[in-house]
């Protein structure tokens, strides 16, 4: 009984000892908590006010707390937009359908349908999401708009950057204006 007591607490400090350099000592087999939804305190479009001169997540320094809101809006006026690199060709859409495929239709699907609540007709969207019916709307937005979506995720969609590369998100956003085209 003692030496099975004795193994058990080496064993429970050796596993603790692993974790160490890790957020918690605690065992952190369970990684939810770090991976749900959360907006950084120097993320553009934080709910806070930071200190004068944070450095965003994107590299951006903000001089003024009042603007943090200019990046993303940068994305979103045309003249000033991240350019989409990838030009519209067979490899780039076919590889975009795929990752569509992967990541979004199950949210968003790849159609203008919507149900009752105007959202996109998907299964999640039964059980309580909110996913529009992307292609509807994406026209709206530019490219570099769009890729940063994929990327931070917004309110309610969790972030894909984790999931996806650069090269990956221009390919989605090129399948995405070859969606648009569809009735
Ligand atoms: C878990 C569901 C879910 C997934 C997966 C998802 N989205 Fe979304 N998306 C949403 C919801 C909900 C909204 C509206 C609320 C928000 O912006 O968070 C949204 C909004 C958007 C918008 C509109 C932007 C705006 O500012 O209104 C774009 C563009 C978009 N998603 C693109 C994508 C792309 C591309 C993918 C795949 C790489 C994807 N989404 C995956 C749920 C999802």
Known sequence: MKTKILLLTALFLVICGI??????????????????ISIK???????????????SIEGKMVDNPADRFANQVAEITPETATKNPVPQSVTSLENGKYIFDTYCIVCHSDSRETNEEGFATTEINKLGMIAPALISISHQFNDGYIHKKIKFGGAVMPPLGYATTEQERWDVVNYIRKLETQP
């Open 19 to 36: 974790n160490l350099p890790a957020k918690s000592v605690i065992l952190n087999f369970v990684t939810d908590m770090f991976d749900q």
């Open 41 to 55: 305190p120097q993320e553009p479009g934080s709910m806070q006010s930071f200190p004068i001169g944070s450095v």
